[in-house]
């Protein structure tokens, strides 16, 4: 860049002898030919550290971006820049929540995004070369998937779910930095990410006091789906979400997102059931006993009314979103109704949509959020 530069004064000074007759000094125009290099500079590209710890190059001005594996982030990503420009690409389970949430409804630009570059849940890369991406969104886990980006000689940025222990309040945090680096800080995000820490500090003030009697087993279904039942062991965000809110994850002692049947859950006996919006099952499947192959009928959760799909507001809930305190306050106020009492969710969804988003919920709406449609799965 140096050189650059010089070179750029060189020829400035070179413009200067060859133009005796005009009115500038010679000091003016080389001092005017150095700003204009500088700014040439400053206007091409900026480097960025991502959660991998490579320093990845990108051009300042990013017009076609196009996020992959890393499902939550068009949704922080609209949210941070105040809409979906430059994006040109995202995964089809990022728009299989974003067409059943109120994503479509603050930023409806979104549904014209290209989803054909995932082909059975894997990336095609010569279709998604089509998109002449500028660069790559991606996850920071998925190594795979970034030497295939670096191979085709696309930029890649990988955002990570793990740099924050999978708590879901700072990994939020840590999109919005990331994202800070690439387009300049937003002072509405840094708002949000302040509030989630102070939502999240009142909530385990409460919480710490429980003794483990106090405590409800609680089991997540991750993915259910074609016979296979997964949940969220230790490691993985449901963890967070259950030790933050007051409860016992039935499966601590697994890892990430193992495989588990019916057997286990038997034994655990859960409590409270947490069904994800990565399956389309619905709370009324368990209670009316309707999924062939799995009786859920002796399992006290069902038997007492105890299974909740996690909410869609912006995006699924169980991962971070832009809807983390919100997530955070509504699991606390579920598992702990006695503890949480003061705290109207109903209220605090429509506040936070109106500071944030702009948009005026009603109960309506809020019940829509409550009870998300099995479309959202994307399955």
Not at 116 to 140: R, T, W
Not at 279 to 303: C, F, H, M, R
Request: glycine content about 6%; hydrophobic content about 40%.
């Amino acid at each position: 860049m140096k050189l650059k530069k010089l070179a750029a004064v060189a020829l400035g000074m070179a413009m200067v002898l060859g133009a005796a007759g005009c009115g500038n000094s010679a000091a003016e125009d080389a001092e005017q030919n150095t700003e204009t290099a500088e700014s040439a500079e400053s206007a091409g590209t900026r480097t960025v550290v991502d959660d991998t710890g490579v320093e990845v190059e990108i051009p300042e001005k990013l017009d076609r971006i196009v996020i992959s594996s890393i499902l939550p982030l068009p949704s922080v990503y609209c949210f941070f820049r105040g809409s979906s420009e430059g994006l040109v690409g995202i995964h089809p389970s990022s728009m299989a929540a974003a067409e059943n949430s109120y994503l479509t409804t603050v930023y409806p630009e979104i549904t014209e995004l290209d989803t054909s570059f995932v082909e059975n849940g894997e990336i095609n890369i010569e279709q998604l070369m089509k998109l002449e991406p500028d660069v790559v969104f991606y996850s920071a886990t998925n190594t795979d998937e970034r030497e295939m980006y670096d191979n085709a000689g696309i930029k890649a940025i990988g955002f990570s779910t793990t740099l924050s222990d999978y708590n879901c309040i700072e990994t939020f945090a840590n999109w919005v930095d990331l994202l800070g680096q690439i387009f300049g800080d937003s002072d509405r995000a840094q708002e949000v990410i302040e509030y989630g820490r102070s939502v999240e500090a009142q909530v385990l003030e409460k919480t710490a006091t429980l003794s483990d009697e106090e405590k409800p087993k609680v089991l997540v279904l991750f993915n259910y789906g074609d016979g296979t039942i997964t949940t969220s062991g230790s490691n993985f965000f449901g963890e967070y979400w259950i030790e933050a809110a007051g409860g016992i994850n039935v499966a601590a002692e697994l890892n990430g997102q193992p495989e588990i049947n019916m057997e286990q859950i038997y034994a655990w006996n859960p409590d409270m059931i947490f069904i994800t919006n990565f399956s389309s099952v619905l709370p009324e499947d368990l209670y009316n006993n309707t999924i062939e192959g799995d009786d859920w009928s002796n399992v006290k959760a069902v038997q007492e009314g105890q299974v909740y799909k996690f909410p869609l507001g912006m995006y699924r809930w169980f991962p971070p979103s832009s809807d983390t305190p919100l997530a955070l306050m509504w699991l606390a106020k579920t598992i702990q109704p006695e503890l949480f009492a003061d705290i109207d969710i109903d209220q605090e969804i429509k506040d936070y949509y109106v500071k944030y988003y702009n948009v005026e919920l009603t109960d309506d709406d809020l019940q829509v959020i409550y009870n998300p449609a099995r479309e959202a799965a994307g399955n």
